[in-house]
């Protein structure tokens, strides 16, 4: 059973002219053992919700995955689309891609997100199983891991965090063969990870990656183990005979004609291409089965389960009934009563309204809680072996709290937020992007957004990372301006279940902008807040914090004469899918200005090349908030003085 997996994966790698062979062939033996033995699914239901989640974090041996889903009799992975490896359009794409076939559960590819998405999968099996009850919620989650994955930093941090909170559904199986593009993993990684990972809490084995016995022995030891369970699967890579390895012994190359027919030959796999002889695919094919009376009896369960509507809306993504009312009051009393508050102070008044609101909304932060302002009252902690909270404590690993939001948005039946400063998107951008690609509904709270911070420097004073965030296809980037804008900017965000949201939020206070409390005006990215008071000679174009400045500009310029228009752009993303005529009406023929304490660029699109840009050309400095924003000339007089200019 094994070599068919190994066969397929010569043969499709065979046939691109291009692919990773070596992995699928070693670790066929433990493939094999995992899919006949220990993985609860039914190849019938893909998406059955109390599957156990399978990540193959080492994605460029997506042959393994392929191969198997073939076997098993998932449909939808033919050998027609085995033939078609690493095409475009076909499902066996060269890593696994989310949503090319619904059993695959997440892209991997960049090593390490693999593993840390599978830790938020496995947090979000057991807070669903601590809400609805063993029951509905009882599964595992497995992960196929390299060298690769282990070195990458993200791995460290992900590993840690699961030792930390104990999650004994978790079972990593390491592919240890000592070999990595470059050659010999000695060339560059000599711990030992058996002990690394005894450090962070998990209990480990080492085995024979080749012997069912040893394998099925720590397999079954990882389901009784209390803790996250790693098994080094000790292999050779393009194994192909039980006494010698075959001639795919290279990771980044395929196989030629001669070595593939060589590779079949030392296994005694006397087929033609991509054919599987009726009683090993019938085998397959069985094992494929036998989740079915599982399934089944679990279908029983939620028919007779007091909570089978609530876990059902859950589990779809369907937010709950009247979820907004508490939000609308928080935007009617912001109308009232105006607050002068920062924007990552008026994100928590948000969340006051939608945590008790929305039951699978799962906040947390990078260690900076009361920083960012993620925790809201009454909203417990998710800790070790304790996981009926609702927050989660990630520490300082931006990496690993990102991938680990994508694996519960993945898992399903919770919208994941996390919160740091926006300079560390950086940290979060591997996984941001990845969100993106996938389509999923995570929100990134990112505070301390501007130069605006004040003293604590260049280091931590965002420049450029709005406009490299704005440039990630399908992410949605919410830079408001006050409390009202920051409530609407939430309600988008959480409606939105098709990509990820970020909020780009103000470490200092800021005057209210808004005084109407009626339509969603952040819904169209962009908008007039204040009209001219005639014909239009300047529109002022501005975001966040400096939405005020601009404001205050604004009344300057009037006095002065020049009607001028003041448009608030909280959503490049939203605004850019606006129709022409709308986006013409709100900016308009006159002179724009564009005013944002960040690089220009991204800007042109809608100021023109001949605009004008009131921002920054470098990096920032360390200082009170005031001078900082005099020192680089993002002000009110400096904004009338180059519109004055301009129009002579």
């Known amino acids: ?3 068919a997996i190994r066969a397929l994966a010569i043969d499709a790698v065979e046939k691109a002219k291009s692919g990773h062979p070596g992995m699928p062939m070693g670790m066929a033996d433990a493939a094999t053992a995992l899919y006949t033995r220990f993985l609860k699914y039914d190849a019938a239901d893909p998406r059955w919700p109390d599957r156990d989640r399978f990540v193959l974090s080492a994605g460029h041996g997506s042959m393994l995955l392929y191969a198997l889903l073939h076997l098993t009799g998932y449909a939808g992975m033919t050998i027609e689309d085995l033939k078609h490896f690493r095409a475009i359009g076909s499902p066996a794409a060269g890593h696994p ?27 979000a099996e057991r807070h669903l199983a601590a809400r609805f009850g063993k029951s509905l919620v009882d599964h595992r989650t497995w992960v196929i891991c390299s060298d690769g994955d282990l070195m990458e930093g993200i791995s460290h941090e992900a590993a840690s965090l699961a030792g930390h909170l104990k999650l004994n559904k978790l079972t990593v199986l390491y592919d240890d063969n000592h070999i990595s593009i470059d050659g010999s993993t000695a060339l560059a990684y000599t711990e030992d990870r058996l002990k690394r990972f005894q450090a962070y809490g998990w209990a480990v084995k080492q085995v024979n990656g080749h012997d069912p016995a040893e394998l099925a022995a720590a397999m079954s030891y990882a389901i009784r183990s209390p803790r996250p369970t790693l098994i080094a699967c000790r292999t050779i890579i393009g194994f192909a005979a ?3 390895a075959g001639t795919a012994a290279v990771h980044g190359a395929a196989l030629g004609p001669d070595e593939s027919a060589g590779a079949k030959q030392a296994m005694g796999w006397n087929y033609g291409p991509f054919e599987v002889p009726e009683g090993i695919k019938e085998k397959w094919e069985a094992a494929g089965r036998k989740g079915q009376g599982a399934r089944r009896s679990w279908l029983k369960r939620l028919a007779n389960h007091p909570q089978k509507d609530e876990f059902e809306r859950a589990i779809s993504g369907k937010l709950p009934e009247a979820w907004h009312e508490r939000l609308a009051g928080w935007r009617q009393q912001i109308a009232a009563e ?3 508050i920062a924007t990552r102070v008026a994100s ?5 309204a939608l945590v008790p609101s929305i039951p699978e909304l799962i906040g947390g932060s990078a260690d900076l809680t009361g920083s960012v302002n993620t925790l809201v009252k009454g909203m417990p902690s998710i800790g070790p072996g304790e996981f009926g909270g609702r927050y989660i404590h990630y520490g300082v690993r931006e990496h690993g709290m990102a991938a680990a939001m994508n694996g519960m948005a993945l898992h399903g039946g919770i919208i994941p937020y996390g919160g740091t400063f926006l300079i560390f998107s950086d940290y979060c951008k591997p996984a941001i992007r990845l969100s993106a690609l996938m389509h999923q509904r995570v929100v990134y709270v990112m505070t301390h957004d501007s130069i605006g911070l004040g003293e604590d420097g260049p280091t931590h004073q965002p420049i450029e990372q709005l406009a490299g965030l704005r440039a990630t296809p399908n992410l949605h980037v919410y830079r408001p301006s006050g409390a009202m804008e920051t409530a609407e900017c939430w309600e988008l965000a959480i409606k939105r279940a098709d990509g990820p949201s970020l909020l780009s939020l103000t470490r200092q206070n800021l005057s209210e902008t808004r005084t109407d409390a009626g339509e969603n005006r952040c819904a169209r990215g962009g908008y007039v807040l204040e009209e001219a008071s005639g014909e239009r000679r300047a529109t002022l174009v501005a975001t966040g914090s400096e939405v005020t400045i601009a404001q205050t500009a604004r009344k300057m310029l009037e006095e ?4 001028t228009a003041l448009v608030s752009l909280p959503c490049f993303e939203l605004f850019a899918a606006q129709d022409a005529s709308y986006r013409e009406q709100v900016l308009g023929s006159a ?5 944002e304490a960040a690089i220009r660029f991204g800007w042109d699109q809608w100021i023109g090349p001949d605009g004008i ?8 400095a360390s200082g009170p908030l005031d001078k900082i924003y005099a020192h680089f000339g993002i002000t009110a007089e400096a904004i009338a003085a180059a519109v004055r200019k301009r129009l002579g």
């Open 591 to 595: 002179l724009r200005v564009g005013v």
């Open 338 to 340: 105006q607050p002068k």
């Open 1 to 3: 059973m094994a070599d």
């Open 348 to 352: 928590q008044k948000a969340l006051e």
């Open 560 to 563: 002065a004469g020049i009607p």
């Open 242 to 244: 039980p006494t010698k």
């Open 613 to 620: 840009f009131i921002g920054m050309t470098g990096f920032g």
């Open 97 to 123: 891609e989310y949503g090319h076939h619904p059993a695959i559960e997440t892209t991997t590819g960049p090593l390490g997100q693999g593993l840390a998405t599978a830790v938020g999968m496995a947090i």
